[in-house]
């Protein structure tokens, strides 16, 4: 059983960088296939529709700083609460990412049609990423209280 919650702890400190990475992945995708179709209705200004859709990609960042916070011999006693708080950071991680990319594919959508309003169209996109610095950040205060 002492094996079993060690690897629970392993799981945990790899957690926050591999749902990160996966929800990077699907929220750039799912971005880059609206930045695509723009590509086509739009004659120029088409730098500003990639770097809309890489936008989801800080998740990952974000995931290997905790999974960085939280690299430490593991324990009985630290494993447990190494798993929570990674597995529950990357969960938050993963569907911000998601979600940003969802929202960055209906920002490239509204503003191929209206080049105005492109700043302004990224603000869903900019209000996701503020629950993922939250996810982050805390994840980053919380660790500190994991023993070593």
């Known amino acids: 059983m002492d094996a ?3 690897a629970l702890g392993w799981l945990g400190m790899f957690a926050p960088l591999a749902l ?4 990077s992945m699907v929220g750039c995708a ?3 296939m609206a930045a695509c179709g723009a590509l086509l209705d739009v004659e120029s200004g088409y730098g500003r529709y ?9 998740q990952t960042i974000y995931g290997i700083v905790v999974t960085m916070a939280l690299r430490r011999e593991l324990t009985i006693e630290n494993s ?3 798993f929570g708080l990674g ?16 929202a960055c594919a ?20 900019a209000l996701v ?20």
């Open 80 to 82: 447990p609460g190494i």
């Open 20 to 23: 990160g990475a996966v929800g």
């Open 129 to 148: 990423e503020g629950f993922a610095v939250f996810s982050f950040v805390f994840a980053l205060v919380l660790s500190g209280g994991i023993p070593k």
């Open 50 to 58: 990639i770097g809309v859709a890489a936008m989801p990609s800080s």
């Open 106 to 125: 209906s920002a490239i959508n509204a503003s191929k049609s209206k080049l105005e309003i492109f700043g302004i169209s990224l603000a869903p996109a």
């Open 30 to 32: 799912r971005a880059g």
């Open 87 to 102: 597995l529950l950071t990357g969960l938050a991680l993963m569907l911000s990412a998601f979600a940003q990319g969802d």
């Open 4 to 6: 079993f919650i060690v």
